[in-house]
Each structure stands twice: as structure tokens, then as C-alpha cells.
């Protein structure tokens, strides 16, 4: 068997309370399907989303690493969703530097209303890391014998409320 025939990759998606985490509840709740291979941590803003926790989930053994969050003119803190756009330039930075391949990260603006819209980027970004393969340097012996590793909220750091 080889490796990438029956990859089933990691992802962990971080989910704005305000507008993405509700438009994955809708999807849920209007039985909308999209891939299993999603791990949520909904975070009260995008803009909240430090680049640490980004680098954190792939150490921790995670394929992609998904960010959503509100439009820009629908963000509840007003400039969170400004912050993350700058915030993911710089996070693509250190993801290329760390020789991590551009598509296993990605940020989308899902407002609450877009259940069908959180489905179809999850879908398309578990397809494109597929497409990729597992990450050469994740050994899913070191990640809990396929499972992620639990971040505990002190590694994560404070979210604040």
C-alpha cells in the first residue's frame, strides 16, 4: 500500500465565532456534506488566529491548516479580519520558509450565511492537500498513530472572550 494512495489528511480549521463556526453549524445542521478530515478550533476572531498556532498544528502533525473568518466589512471587532490578512501574508512567509508546500494553507472570508460556500472550501482544500500527499517530514507514528496530538489551551495560548 503506499502512502499517499490511502492518505486521509489532518486538517485543522480555525473558525471565527461570529460567521465561519456558525456557517459550518448550518452546513451541519442543513446535513450538508463535506470531508470528515477536518479538526474545528473555533477562536473569536480570525484576527485572534496567531501564526504560532498555525505552526503549532503542523508540528503537531496536521496536513493543512485551514483559516476562516468574517468579511472584511462583517467582522464583530471591526478590524480582526483586516488583522488576519496581514496576519496570513505573514504566516505564508514562515510556512515557505519551513519548506511547507503553499497548499496545505489557506484563509477564506465565510460569513454566517454561507453554509454552502464553508462546505465547498472545505471540500476543495481537502482535495488540494490530498493532491499534495502526506508531509514528508509528519510521520504518523509521531502523531498519536494517525491521530493528531491535543493542544492543550496553554500551548495555544489565551484566547480571549
Known amino acids: 500500500m503506499s502512502r499517499k494512495k490511502d492518505f486521509e489528511p489532518k486538517i485543522v480549521t480555525f473558525a471565527c465565532n461570529w460567521c465561519s463556526y456558525p456557517a459550518a453549524d448550518t452546513a451541519g445542521v442543513g446535513r450538508m456534506q463535506y470531508a470528515p478530515d477536518i479538526r474545528i478550533v473555533r477562536v ?8 504560532a498556532f498555525v505552526l503549532r498544528a503542523f508540528e503537531r502533525g496536521a496536513d493543512g491548516v485551514l483559516i476562516t473568518g468574517c468579511h ?15 496576519t496570513y501574508k505573514s504566516i505564508q512567509q514562515l510556512v515557505h ?4 508546500e503553499p497548499e496545505r494553507l489557506r484563509y477564506e472570508q465565510i460569513s454566517a450565511a454561507e453554509a454552502a460556500k464553508f462546505v465547498r472550501v472545505v471540500n476543495e482544500f481537502v482535495e ?17 498513530g494517525g491521530k493528531m496530538t491535543e493542544i492543550s489551551g496553554d500551548e495555544m495560548g489565551s484566547i480571549p472572550q
Open 97 to 100: 520558509l519551513l519548506g511547507i
Open 128 to 144: 488540494s492537500v490530498k493532491k499534495v500527499g502526506p508531509r514528508l517530514d509528519s510521520d504518523p507514528g509521531d502523531i498519536g
Open 72 to 86: 472584511l466589512v462583517d467582522c464583530h471587532y471591526l478590524f480582526g479580519a483586516r488583522v488576519m490578512e496581514e
Open 44 to 51: 473569536m476572531c480570525s484576527g485572534r488566529v496567531d501564526p
